[in-house]
């Protein structure tokens, strides 16, 4: 009986079309870092590479003194914790780390998980359940759709960074407002435009949904204490619940949330991402917390890296490139299509510049960009040196036209 192919038929299917797309073509999966010699160099096929796709904002993976932090942790509880937090994963250091980020945030309670990924699937998951609503900005990140779906909410998304329009899909989700989640980001990853979180909160709170925002690839860059957009914008009174990682500008990996609200203490316990997962390693959470302080002490590394992006920008709107959203710590350069794309990114690679390349379903509005991230590690020599491998390849490519 003919009916829908089996797990190993379509595996071999999905493969089949990879390998027909993809090949032996060097693409973003294939890249192998030899070494990693800086936040913002590494050896890639041999050759010394400039780093402008890490999401090493502020340089503070290779920083001496989180180093330290996580060899002294190593050396006095191990290399793992072996187990979840509620068996024998429960440390002096995540304890620690946990009121460390609710003292930077200022709010009551704060919870770690193992990544910003399961810091989503738990605080979303462990918020709503079938028969409330989850109305997300349409460009947000695919942990928080998965979340969602996982959560069995009714998923309904909003033009981007729209409040007009989430006001008219609550209103016509025919769901109370009381039990619908708003998930909006801080700034966005792909394209590194920042949420309009004053027009987005008036409406949450103005109907009384309950707003969470995602300031993944925000900690640490705005605001004056550098806690995110929200910060920024002056808008945390109005925000209920925020997530964010230390994957990106802490250095190591994990992922927390944090609240004010009484009513989300017991958060952690409907977490299924939290109960069920090792806790994070001692190592990390030590050169976590070493790295919160130089956030929370030293804002220089911010002010540089808002510096840096402001050259990288006008050099590649001056190349004729303008990235698709004002200065910032993340940018976006449109290609004409997937084969120029990929033809400029490993033009760039070979050239060593490495950035990364993102085609659909990773990028909002069918759009393939070449996204570039800025570090406060980057020297004034490295931008110039990128800004200059631009310009030979785009013209290689003809992503560039010729000067004239
Ligand atoms: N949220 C957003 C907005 C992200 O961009 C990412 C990672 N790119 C995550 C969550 C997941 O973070 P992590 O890498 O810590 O799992």
Known sequence: MAGPPGIKARARGFA??????????????????????????????????????????????FDPACIAAAEAAMASFGTGSTASRVASGNQALHVGLERQI?????????????????????AIGGLVREGDAAVLDAHCHASIFDACKLSGAKILTFRHNDAADLARIIAESGIAPSRTLVVVEGLYSVLGDLADLDAISTVTAGLGAV??????????LYGARGRGVAEAQGVEDKVDIIVGTFSKSVGVVGGYCVTDDPAFRA??????????????????????????????????????????????HRGLTALGLPPLAPPGPVGAVPMPGIKPGLDTWTALLRAGLYVNMLIPPATPNGEVVLRYSVSAAHSPRDIDAALDIIAATGRQTGVLRPAA
């Open 16 to 61: 089949e079309v990879f390998d027909r797309s993809i090949g032996d073509a060097l693409t973003p999966l294939s890249v192998v870092i030899e070494k990693v010699l800086s936040p913002v160099r590494a050896v890639i096929e041999g050759r010394e590479t400039l780093m402008f796709g890490t999401n090493s904002y502020l340089g503070l993976n």
């Open 267 to 312: 958060l952690r316990f409907a977490a299924r991402s939290y109960l069920y997962t090792a806790s994070l390693p001692p190592p990390v959470v030590a050169a976590a917390s070493q790295a919160l302080s130089i956030i929370r002490d030293d804002s220089d590394k911010r002010r540089t890296v808002f510096r840096n992006a402001e050259t990288v």
């Open 211 to 220: 707003l969470l925002v995602d300031e993944a690839h925000s900690l640490g």
């Open 102 to 122: 609710a003292e930077l945030y200022g709010r009551r309670d704060a919870t770690i998980f193992s990544t910003g990924f399961m810091a989503n699937l738990g």
